[in-house]
């Protein structure tokens, strides 16, 4: 062995131990003491928030060097410090699902035996996006930085960036209509890309000859390489300042305080047991243009969940049930679903400072081979994993919310994230040049509701709990399109005592190009894909694009008429004001380019509601009516509030005697309505014996019965099937995985 392999002599080894240890003890490194936060607390607390500050300081260091959007308007990146065997030890803010990705990206190195072949030396720089090595999907593309103390390895220092292009068969980043990962982009895995602390050149022509805007992608890499080599300065400043032995030991004990912290938060919030979910994902792709060797089938997605709560407070969670991954580019890895994990118990329970790998070293996983959760080949895409991500934690969320009910922590309920549909385009832009973009405005959705009050209006996506949805004149300034208007989407949130947050709609024109593609996805269709909470109303997610082509946008311009800047209360805005070819598009945009004064909008998802929606305050259902949160008529149907006046003339007010009858009438028409449980199960269970679903339906059953005989076994038992009951599959029909 060289003198140079020598610095990570052992590595390997070393994280063996190390997992071994945690196996036998149930602690990690088997650390049963925490003897530095014991022998001075105070002292524990700063180191820690030394090296949490240095994460945050380095990643706003490079939010200005990154020339993209996504990264310095809305924040998609995150930076994190390493042990040497690849655990988090502090991380900052901002992306935190990629905090474990990136761990499991320095483990999959070390066992794949780097210290030897390509070597781990001081100033090299690794870059990695593949899904099945350690991150959610081709775009998130992180770099790590080995830490050195004299000739010794002591730590890694990593950042992650969102890209906004990742060179697919379409433009932008989550490439939806990639079948299989080599129609996904760019892959660059688990690849040495820099040496002594500098960017090697031909990665750099790489990125330049297969990307369409590579300016983003190789500053973001510039960005990410300062971010961890200011990380790196920071632990070498500490190390001279504790001594490294002392380094090593804290660092590893602050992992496992960690853990302790989420196994004693768990008990302290929820109550032991066993809790179930659902949720639904459908992707209505049928018919649609576009490049789809493998099929173009309506999707419909089984999202279940089962969560055991163990009496130490270890979370484990259990996805059987599950279908299998498919041709299409909802698939996600365990490395996907390990970050969804990460980042909805870093905002949802773990909001203080002190959070790292410990917490994810408290829950555990089940992800059944060969289902969407967990692929059994690596050919299959993952670009849009998020559009099944964000339901299944939405689902955990709940799933805790209801722990947290029993318990009796009401201010703790939260109903949970949606998905956030995103929009991607690509063409000839403004300046005449080809160009691909990603528009993270998505990163502003309507969260669910609490139980103490409505939930956020367009401030919330479960991927970076600081959301923000840019400023239009930067975006503006990225992509040939100039905003009509950015408004609320009324009645977007759904309904409840508590409603769930609202989310917005955007209208642009296309601008001085003649050709912009424009591809949208990770927006449920026909099936709700949240869901409310005690007795409130999942939010609507009926997507449908309105796009008017060869309009008379730059006439009415001229004439100065008025324009409209959204589709309005009522929807037909865009028919009221401009001629030309009105489209109504449902689910995914994917149709032919769109020219100079086209116009196109695209809406986002609001969360659910908790609570009756007969008990909300009338005086917030007005208040939502005058803010344009909420039409009149959805206060009456949904809430039963009566008015008097009008908004025309501002004198519109609550008639309360009418609201107290009319919510009486409609509590009783409820019960008029409702049927015996046993009868209402008789009815179904003729339906389900015969299988009389929606093919869709049918097709989602069939699938996860094959692939699963415990979700099987379960099904036939609810309902009172024979055993070896199942749904014969029509000869020439396509399945989930055909």
């Known amino acids: 062995m060289t003198e140079t392999n020598s610095m990570t002599a052992g590595l390997r080894k070393r994280l063996e131990e190390s997992e071994a240890l945690l196996a036998e003890t149930g602690c990690y490194d088997g650390i049963t003491n925490l003897e530095c936060r014991d022998m001075d607390p105070l002292k524990f607390e700063t180191i820690h928030m030394k090296l949490r500050a240095g994460c945050v300081s380095a990643r706003e260091i490079a939010r200005r060097i990154s020339a993209s959007p996504g990264v310095r308007e809305v924040g998609e990146m995150v930076a994190a410090i390493y042990t040497p065997e690849g655990d988090a030890v502090a991380i900052s803010n901002g992306i935190m699902v990629h905090v474990h990705t990136m761990s499991r990206f320095i483990k999959w190195m070390i066992k794949n035996d780097y210290e030897h072949d390509p070597e781990i030396n001081p100033g090299d720089i690794f870059a990695n996006n593949d899904a099945f090595i350690g991150t959610v999907q081709v775009p998130d593309v992180m770099d790590v930085v080995p830490i050195f103390h004299e000739d010794e390895l002591v730590g890694w220092a990593g950042a992650v960036c969102h890209e906004l292009e990742a060179g697919g068969i379409t433009p932008g980043g989550d490439v939806a209509l990639a079948q299989e990962r080599f129609g996904e982009g760019l892959f660059i895995c688990a690849e040495k890309i820099g040496l002594n602390d500098k960017i090697r050149r031909d990665y750099v022509i790489r990125c330049e000859r297969n990307l369409r805007m590579p300016i983003y992608w190789i500053l973001d890499e510039q960005a990410k390489v300062a971010a961890c080599f200011s990380m790196r300065d920071r632990v070498l400043e500490l190390i001279e300042e504790v001594g490294v032995d002392f380094y090593k030991k804290i660092s590893k004990e602050f992992i496992e305080e960690g853990r302790r912290t989420q196994l004693a938060r768990v008990r302290q919030l929820t109550v032991p047991g066993t809790y179930r979910s659902n949720t639904f994902y459908g992707h209505v792709t049928k018919g649609k243009p576009g490049f789809q060797p493998l099929g173009d089938p309506d999707w419909l997605y089984s999202i279940p969940l089962k969560m055991d709560i163990k009496l130490d407070g270890k979370i484990v969670v259990d996805f059987e049930g599950a279908q299998p991954w498919g041709y299409h580019s909802m698939n996600c890895t365990p490395a996907g679903m390990d970050g969804g994990m990460f980042v909805t118990l870093t905002q949802h329970m773990n909001f203080e400072g002190l959070v790292n790998d410990g917490a994810w070293l408290a829950t555990q996983l089940k992800l059944p081979k060969g289902t969407w959760t967990n692929p059994d080949s690596e050919f299959c895409a993952t670009a849009t994993s998020w559009a099944l991500l964000l339901p299944a934690y939405g689902a955990f969320q709940r799933m805790l919310s209801r722990g947290f009910l029993a318990r009796g922590f009401l201010e703790e309920v939260f109903v949970g994230q949606v998905n956030s549909p995103m929009i991607e385009m690509g063409g000839i832009s403004q300046y005449g040049k080809p160009f691909g973009i990603a528009h993270f405005e998505c990163a502003a959705a309507g969260s669910g509701a609490l139980a103490i009050k409505d939930g956020l209006d367009t401030a919330y996506v479960g991927w970076n709990p600081e959301s923000d949805m840019g400023n239009i004149e930067i975006w503006e300034l990225d992509m040939p399109m100039v905003y009509l208007g950015r408004s609320i989407l009324p009645n977007s949130g759904g309904a409840g005592k508590y409603r769930g947050g609202n989310a917005f709609m955007s209208t642009w024109v296309i601008n001085k190009s003649p050709e912009v593609r424009i591809v949208t996805s990770e927006h449920s269709s026909r099936v709700f894909d949240n869901a409310g909470m005690c007795g409130g109303y999942p939010a609507p997610t009926c997507q449908k694009h309105r796009v008017v082509r060869n309009s008379n946008i730059y006439q009415r311009a001229e004439q100065r008429k008025p324009l409209a800047h959204s589709t309005?209360?009522?929807?037909?805005?865009?028919?009221?004001?401009?001629?030309?070819?009105?489209?109504?598009?449902?689910?995914?945009?994917?149709?032919?380019?769109?020219?100079?004064?086209?116009?196109?909008?695209?809406?986002?998802?609001?969360?659910?509601?908790?609570?009756?929606?007969?008990?909300?305050?009338?005086?917030?259902?007005?208040?939502?009516?005058?803010?344009?949160?909420?039409?009149?008529?959805?206060?009456?149907?949904?809430?039963?509030?009566?008015?008097?006046?009008?908004?025309?003339?501002?004198?519109?007010?609550?008639?309360?005697?009418?609201?107290?009858?009319?919510?009486?009438?409609?509590?009783?028409?409820?019960?008029?309505?409702?049927?015996?449980?046993?009868?209402?199960?008789?009815?179904?269970?003729?339906?389900?014996?015969?299988?009389?679903?929606?093919?869709?339906?049918?097709?989602?059953?069939?699938?996860?019965?094959?692939?699963?005989?415990?979700?099987?076994?379960?099904f036939r038992a609810f309902w009172q099937l024979e055993n070896g009951f199942a749904y014969p599959e029509k000869e020439q029909e396509d399945i989930c995985n055909e």
């Open 568 to 714: 309005g209360l009522d929807q037909n805005d865009l028919e009221q004001f401009y001629q030309g070819n009105q489209q109504i598009i449902e689910g995914p945009h994917i149709t032919a380019p769109m020219k100079e004064g086209d116009i196109f909008t695209h809406s986002y998802n609001g969360g659910g509601g908790y609570g009756d929606p007969l008990e909300r305050d009338p005086v917030l259902v007005l208040d939502d009516i005058i803010q344009g949160h909420s039409s009149q008529i959805h206060g009456e149907r949904v809430h039963g509030v009566r008015f008097k006046g009008s908004m025309d003339d501002e004198t519109l007010e609550i008639d309360f005697p009418q609201t107290v009858t009319t919510r009486k009438r409609l509590r009783s028409e409820r019960l008029q309505r409702a049927v015996p449980v046993k009868e209402w199960f008789e009815s179904e269970k003729s339906k389900v014996r015969q299988g009389d679903f929606a093919p869709e339906v049918l097709k989602m059953y069939r699938a996860a019965m094959d692939l699963s005989e415990e979700f099987a076994r379960e």
